[in-house]
Every structure is written in structure tokens, then in C-alpha cells.
């Protein structure tokens, strides 16, 4: 039997997954057409993906209880 809960935190998840996803493609792309230089790339990309990883954790951690 599926806990009442269970929707909602599957619904987390997606959200939280699809979020990040985006942010990582998307931080690439900007990063890459930012600077040639891959390292620049590379910081700006990490930047973005590890500040938006800390607002999911922050906002849907404690509705999905996967942090």
C-alpha cells in the first residue's frame, strides 16, 4: 500500500532532478559561450550547478527525505 506521503515526495524528486538537470545543461551552454578558455568554462559551470544544488537540497530536502 502507498503512503499518502509517497506523491509528494516523488514529486519532489522529479522537480528536483529536472531542475538540476536544466542548471547543468544550461550553465554549460552559458559557460561555454562566455569565455574560450576551458577552465573559466569549467569554474562557471561548477559555480552555478553547486549553487543551485544547495537551494534544492535547502528548499525540497525536507519534503523528499533523500538528503
Known amino acids: 500500500m ?3 506521503d509517497l ?3 516523488l514529486a519532489a524528486e522529479f522537480l528536483g532532478t529536472a531542475t538540476l538537470v536544466c542548471t547543468v545543461i ?3 551552454i552559458m559557460a561555454d559561450t562566455l569565455s574560450a578558455d576551458d577552465a573559466v ?3 562557471g559551470n561548477t559555480l552555478a550547478t ?3 544544488l544547495f ?3 535547502s ?3 525536507p519534503i523528499s527525505g533523500a538528503h
Open 2 to 4: 502507498l503512503s499518502p
Open 7 to 9: 506523491p509528494r515526495r
Open 26 to 28: 544550461g550553465s554549460g
Open 41 to 43: 568554462s569549467l569554474v
Open 50 to 52: 553547486g549553487a543551485m
Open 55 to 57: 537551494v534544492l537540497i
Open 59 to 61: 528548499l525540497l530536502g
